[in-house]
């Protein structure tokens, strides 16, 4: 199987290797290390406050529950209160980023989760 275009100079496509390889191997490697920080290979990911005011960084959806909750419940306008979903507890899984950016940290969180595999019952 040949997936370089013929008379193209883009560097990303030179040879018959697939453009996805090393994003592939980087997805792989990635879930192997977020089995042994999160205990899932693709876990949900979210934006949080980290030392900052503002929804500046990500880290993976605590799943923590009864007593290993550690969320405190927070006004929610209009909602009264709820579990914190955005501050980061001694419960909450690694790896926790700082992103220094809203914007930033909301796209990544975007991309990450747009990158779970499809729930098929036997996902890669
Ligand atoms: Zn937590």
């Known amino acids: 199987m040949r997936t370089v275009r013929e008379g193209t100079d883009n560097a990303q496509s030179i040879g018959a290797v697939p453009v996805n390889e090393t994003l592939a191997k980087a997805r792989a490697a990635a879930a192997e290390m977020l089995v042994h920080l999160v205990g899932e290979r693709h876990p949900l990911w979210r934006v949080v406050i980290t030392d900052s005011e503002s929804p500046t960084g990500i880290a993976p959806v605590c799943t923590a529950h ?21 501050g980061v507890y001694d419960c909450c899984p690694d790896p926790q980023m700082e992103t220094g950016s809203p914007l930033t940290a909301a796209y990544l969180v975007e991309l990450l989760n747009a990158d779970l595999p499809v729930e098929s019952g036997d996902a890669a």
């Open 66 to 86: 009864d007593e290993f909750d550690l969320h405190d419940e927070i006004p929610i306008e209009g909602h009264g209160l709820a579990r914190d979903e955005q």
